[in-house]
């Protein structure tokens, strides 16, 4: 990997790492509604997913180099699962789904960690391109279920102790 591609890769996760962080200061409301934190990291997966299949098509028309798109599917997700952690921090958490979350963060970690020695090694294919962005989202797709089962979980608690409240979703 030459120098330009290592310096905007560099530049790339610092770029959305950022955004994150905004984000999740921006987003400090997400502590007072629990259904406001799911629909905030649905609408965010749902931006980068686009994203990274915008770069994705970009770079099979040989728009952008593989490196730059690989730099940027690997920050856009690890900004995201920094997202998701965010959101589950403030969320009420039961045991399991903090089991579930280190698990998922084990492994994408270590996805990622392949990804970066393959990519040093010069033996990168589509191939594995397309299975570590397919671990990644499914992953995802894996934490946002178990949120939106905790929050239902949550909902359904507290339908139990108070007969009055009515289930708005």
């Not at 994150?20 to 502590?31: K, W, Y």
């Not at 406001?36 to 931006?47: E, G």
């Not at 028309?61 to 730099?71: G, N, Q, S």
């Not at 963060?105 to 040093?120: R, S």
């Amino acid at each position: 990997m030459d120098m330009a591609a290592v310096a905007v890769e560099v530049e790339v996760v610092i770029v959305v790492e950022a955004i994150v962080e905004v984000l999740v200061e921006e987003l400090c409301i997400l502590e007072e509604d629990l259904l406001l934190d799911i629909l905030v990291v649905m609408v965010v997966f749902t931006i980068l997913v686009v994203i990274i299949v915008a770069f994705i098509i970009m770079a099979v028309v040989d728009i952008l180099e593989v490196v730059i798109i690989l730099a940027i599917i690997v920050a856009t997700m690890e900004a995201l699962i920094a997202l998701i952690m965010e959101v589950l921090m403030a969320a009420p958490i039961t045991p399991t789904t903090e089991v579930i979350m280190a698990v998922v963060m084990a492994i994408t970690t270590m996805v990622l960690d392949m990804a970066a020695v393959i990519q040093v090694m010069a033996i990168l294919l589509p191939v594995m391109v397309a299975i570590m962005l397919a671990m990644e989202i499914t992953m995802l797709v894996i934490v946002i279920l178990t949120l939106l089962m905790d929050h239902t979980l949550v909902v359904i608690r507290l339908v139990k102790d108070n007969k009055n409240l009515q289930i708005i979703y």
